[in-house]
C-alpha cells in the first residue's frame, strides 16, 4: 500500500500562513480524490477540503476564503494553502489519498498526521 509523506505544519500566529504537503512515493498507481482532514483534541475528524480528479473543489465552511486545495499530479502530491490562520485552526491534519493501482485496484490511504498549532 502507497505510505503517504506529510510535512509543512508546525506554530504560526494568528493569521499567518502555513503550506501542508501530502506526498504519494513511487510508480504503478494514480491518485483519484485528495482530502485533508484535521481533528482537534476532544473533537471528530472533519473534512477540511477536497479536490477530485477533474480540479473540483470542496471546503469546509469554516475555512472557505481561507484555505486553498491543489494537487500536482505529475508528483502525486496534494498542498493545502492556509491563510489567515485563526486559533481554532489548530489540530492533527490529515491528508488522505484515494489510489487507482494499475492493475484496477482502489483503496484509500491515510497520512500520518501533522500539528498545526495556531497561538500568539
Known amino acids: 500500500q502507497v505510505q503517504l509523506v506529510e510535512s509543512g505544519g508546525g506554530l504560526v500566529q494568528p493569521g499567518g500562513s502555513l503550506r501542508l504537503s501530502c506526498a504519494a512515493p513511487g510508480s504503478g498507481f494514480s491518485i483519484n480524490e485528495m482530502g485533508w482532514y484535521r481533528q482537534a483534541p476532544g473533537k471528530q475528524r472533519e473534512l477540511v477540503a477536497a479536490i477530485s480528479s477533474d480540479g473540483t473543489t470542496n471546503y469546509a465552511g469554516s475555512v472557505q476564503g481561507r484555505f486553498t486545495i491543489s494537487r500536482d499530479d505529475a508528483k502525486n502530491t496534494a498542498y493545502l494553502q492556509m491563510n489567515r490562520l485563526k486559533p481554532e485552526d489548530t489540530a492533527v491534519y490529515f491528508c488522505?489519498?484515494?489510489?487507482?493501482?494499475?492493475?484496477?485496484?482502489?483503496?484509500?490511504?491515510w497520512g500520518q498526521g501533522i500539528q498545526v498549532t495556531v497561538s500568539p
Open positions: 488522505n489519498l484515494w489510489v487507482i493501482t494499475n492493475y484496477g485496484q482502489a483503496y484509500d490511504s
